[in-house]
């Protein structure tokens, strides 16, 4: 593991990790958007946005998950607790993160606030979420219509641009959560004004039950009531009390849908999901008198100085007793043993994070790394989708329209998620993706490895897995085809938990020899070792759109495919060679694999996906006529076969003789597959190197990574080559002409939505995975590749140095340059310099290619976290 030993918080781990206690119960595992997802959508036509858009979320009952602002719950959602406020002058109660729909976007879908998760640890015992609520009303119309009104050329309108922060008249709300104990809450809302003066704001603590009761099963209804100024409830998980200090007023509702005000029904409860919304904003009676529901409010309206701040001290406790029926809860203190609580536990964060092995001595780099792991933390979410009920529909509710199985997920009536599970994103992408948890994985590993493996497994177990071992990609298509990084993420977890969990290896190996299968029963259509895969989680990044090409015009074998399934055969070897030291029987499966690999890479090298001219790799066309048309766009598409690369050393595989003793007898009976095979003796020591890309054409290959002028930004590297700006590639397919060029930072198509870019930003992905390849090639002893970086500098750099260059770039994404601007969020000074925001980083989705802008999703502390990972892991 990446600490030291020792400290509360390593106390905490342990007794989740082994079940004493459930400091893994509660936490921030509620969305910020579950409106407009497509678990909720019953459409037709699977127009999710329409179907539940953001004016019904806060009138109308979610069926599966919900969200909320700065929001807690249990780990099966029964409850949730979350933040409202309102600044007087708004038309609705802040509940939610506002932002475009898909189609409203100029560039898809996108979130129109500012907040940050700033703190957090693994047993979430201390948790911070900041955000700035503009004092002025919420420029909801605008935002929409200014946006609608701009081209794919045009920046994204935000609510800077709009001018409401121009004269400083926002709060600053910051939740701090501690936790007491597994099931004893702290909730700190700090309320400061930035403002010039003095103004008032309704702050309103929320607890409500997740709908569970209106669907036509048999459920109990939980319940929610007023107890001498407490909000108590009781439900089948136990009982929950809420406190507050100070003397609000209790407001009571129930989370069921306004039927009236959405579909002018006559069947809508007295009090309706948006009773207290309504009552705070327009003074209506829509709240209970009799003070019960199963949704619940203590509303305080705090009047702030400019310049000063206010504390609201909120506690919430459960309890049950050994068979898990409601108990009765005591009054909890929200006085000065509070505070000393929360003093406590940032004091344990603060000595858990300073704990890690090679935490940066940087303060900048300190701010960086922890806010990457908090935001990583705030992105476990609750997850709750059975896709069998979703396409028949429940008891209760009308039946879902014919055909509904044709237009998305039919084959996945076996997918029933129920569980707590990294998201990339909580507000554009609140849905898991299984390429993305990967990357997850592994930067979660150096804070909680235990929580690492199991999300690992989950993804492997039958109630996701389909049982012809594909691995569901989102919830948008889950027979969508991503790359497969599963194995490699595995293999990193367990090395950064210390290599010593061969179960956890030997788990999730027996489940990826299934999915292995999938692939080469499903995409190698010629049966040659060279693969299909459809766009492979890069959206846009090739002239056609790879998942959609008619057979009648010819079939797509890509550089990527190939080399994703170069790179898991040889994570699979590395995972049999380890477990065959302990057990032989995994002797036979590392010698299928290196075969694997080999005819692989043979293929990949000698079947014209090379191009030894622009020494490069590239898709290849086969059209129906008989033509091959290669691909020629600079990409990482033709970077993926570097990736696929293993060093390993003698002392490694002499306890398994017989894998030595057949794959020396398999190049021998295969000489041209021996290209992929190198040995090298350093110091009397023999270390062996498998790599897809000899060591040569590694060199040629990096002459285009690193030139300043192709795929080198300051910032790490681009998805498409700059070389691009000045020679797109056109090529003409079925008489349709398609094209890519370079561009630096939003898509300028509607491809894949329009929301992502893979045409020149940079991405972390595959920036990580590039680096971890060089390493590979560097501890093989290829002492003597060195390379010039950056090209023309004069600089000269061993594999292991230009690796940590790679490094160094991606980091300083974040960092203040020599001006104090953060490259990221250079765009806006008030983001980069203000006192009040340069300190709170986001963590965009991806990066303008020339400038290093973060553009996408901001909060996208999912893969974006790896420049956590990156920043641990690097040399010194």
């Not at 590395?574 to 065959?580: C, D, F, P, S, T």
């Not at 595959?766 to 501890?779: K, V």
Request: charged share 20%.
């Amino acid at each position: 593991m990446a600490h030291v030993t020792g400290g509360a918080e390593h106390e905490r781990i342990a007794q989740a990790d082994n079940g004493a206690e459930g400091w893994r119960d509660w936490g921030p595992y509620v969305a910020e958007r579950a409106w407009g997802t497509v678990r909720e959508d019953y459409s037709a036509d699977g127009d999710a946005w329409t179907f539940f858009p953001h004016d019904h979320a806060r009138s109308r009952a979610f069926r599966w998950n919900e969200d909320g602002m700065a929001a807690f719950s249990d780990a099966g959602q029964a409850w949730c607790l979350g933040l409202s406020l309102w600044n007087g002058q708004d038309p609705i109660l802040k509940e939610r993160m506002f932002g475009l729909a898909g189609p409203q976007g100029n560039h898809g879908e996108d979130v129109k606030e500012y907040w940050w998760y700033l703190d957090g640890t693994p047993t979430h015992s201390w948790n911070t979420w900041r955000y700035h609520y503009p004092q002025a009303a919420y420029p909801y119309d605008d935002l929409i219509a200014t946006n609608a009104a701009r081209g794919k050329l045009d920046p994204e309108y935000e609510l800077v641009d709009t001018g409401i922060f121009d004269d400083g008249r926002y709060w600053v709300v910051t939740v701090d959560y501690a936790k007491e104990g597994p099931h004893d809450l702290l909730m700190r809302i700090t309320i400061e004004n930035a403002g010039p003066d003095a103004a008032t704001l309704h702050v309103l603590p929320t607890l409500w039950y997740r709908n569970t009761w209106s669907w036509g099963y048999d459920v109990e209804k939980p319940s929610l009531r007023s107890d001498g100024g407490r909000i108590v409830g009781i439900d089948a998980t136990g009982s929950l009390a809420l406190s507050g200090e100070g003397s609000p007023t209790a407001l009571f509702c129930e989370n069921e849908t306004n039927t009236e005000r959405l579909f002018a029904a006559d069947d809508s409860p007295a009090y309706p999901k948006d009773g207290i919304n309504d009552h705070i904003v327009d003074g209506k009676a829509t709240v209970n008198p009799a003070q019960v529901g199963t949704k619940a409010a203590l509303h305080y309206e705090v009047t702030v100085g400019a310049g000063e701040s206010r504390v609201i001290r909120i506690r919430l406790t459960g309890a049950s007793d050994s068979a898990g029926h409601p108990t009765a809860i005591d009054a909890q203190d929200v006085g000065a043993g509070f505070d000393s609580v929360c003093a406590l536990r940032k004091r344990e964060a603060d000595a858990f994070y300073a704990g890690l092995a090679h935490a940066p001595a940087d303060p900048d780099e300190a701010r960086v790394l922890r806010q990457a792991f908090a935001g990583l933390l705030w992105s476990k979410q609750y997850f709750h989708f059975n896709v069998n009920k979703w396409l028949d529909g429940d008891p209760a509710s009308p039946p879902p329209p014919e055909g509904r199985a044709r237009v998305r997920n039919g084959q996945w009536r076996h997918l029933d998620a129920d569980d707590i599970i990294l998201m990339p994103d909580p507000w554009e992408y609140p849905w898991f993706a299984a390429w993305d948890l990967a990357f997850h994985c592994v930067t979660m590993a150096h804070i909680d490895p235990a929580f690492a493996k199991a999300q690992l497994v989950l993804m492997l177990r039958e109630w996701y897995m389909h049982p012809n071992g594909q691995l569901p990609a989102y919830e948008w298509n889950f027979s969508d085809v991503n790359p497969p990084t599963h194995a490699w993420a595995a293999i990193q977890v367990f090395l950064i938990d210390g290599a010593t969990d061969t179960g956890f290896l030997a788990r999730v190996l027996h489940k990826l020899l299934m999915n292995y299968t999938w692939w080469t029963n499903n995409k190698d259509k010629d049966e040659d070792n060279l693969f299909e895969g459809g766009f492979m989680g890069l959206d846009n990044i090739a002239p056609l759109d790879r998942s959609t090409l008619p057979p009648e015009v010819g079939t797509l074998e890509q550089a990527d495919s190939t080399g994703w399934m170069a790179s898991y055969a040889i994570d699979l070897l590395e995972i049999a060679l380890r477990l065959a030291r302990e057990d032989d029987v995994y002797e036979d499966v590392a010698v299928k694999f290196a075969e694997q690999f080999l005819r692989i890479a043979g293929s990949a090298n000698n079947s014209g996906m090379w191009d030894d001219q622009d020494a490069y790799f590239y898709d290849i066309l086969h059209l129906a006529d008989g033509r091959d048309v290669p691909m020629k766009v600079r990409s990482l598409v033709g970077l993926v076969p570097v990736v696929a690369s293993l060093a390993y050393d003698d002392p490694g595989v002499s306890t398994i003789p017989e894998f030595r003793r057949i794959l020396s007898q398999y190049l021998e009976k295969h000489p041209e597959l021996g290209p992929a095979f190198h040995r090298r003796d350093i110091h009397g020591k023999q270390v062996y190197l498998l790599a897809l890309v000899s060591p040569e054409r590694l060199t040629r290959i990096l002459k285009q990574v690193f030139n300043p002028e192709g795929l080198l930004s300051d910032h790490g590297i681009r998805g498409v080559s700059a070389y691009h700006r000045e020679h797109p590639f056109t090529v003409t397919v079925a008489g349709a002409e398609a094209s890519v060029n370079y561009e630096p930072a939003e898509s300028t198509s509607g491809l894949f939505g329009g929301n992502s870019n893979w045409r020149g930003p940079v991405w972390f992905p595959l920036n990580a995975l590039f680096i971890a390849s060089l390493r590979h090639y560097e501890s093989h002893g290829e002492t003597g590749v060195r390379i010039e970086d950056p090209l023309g500098s004069g600089t000269s750099l061993t594999l292991g140095e230009a690796a940590d260059d790679l490094s160094r770039r991606l980091i300083t994404l974040f960092l203040p340059g020599p001006d104090g601007v953060r490259p990221s969020d250079a765009r806006y000074p008030l983001l980069s310099t203000d006192p009040r925001w340069k300190d709170n980083v986001f963590f965009y989705e991806y990066f303008d290619g020339d400038t290093g802008q973060g553009l996408g999703a901001s909060h996208q502390t999912g893969w974006t976290a790896m420049v956590a990972h990156l920043i641990l892991t690097r040399n010194r």
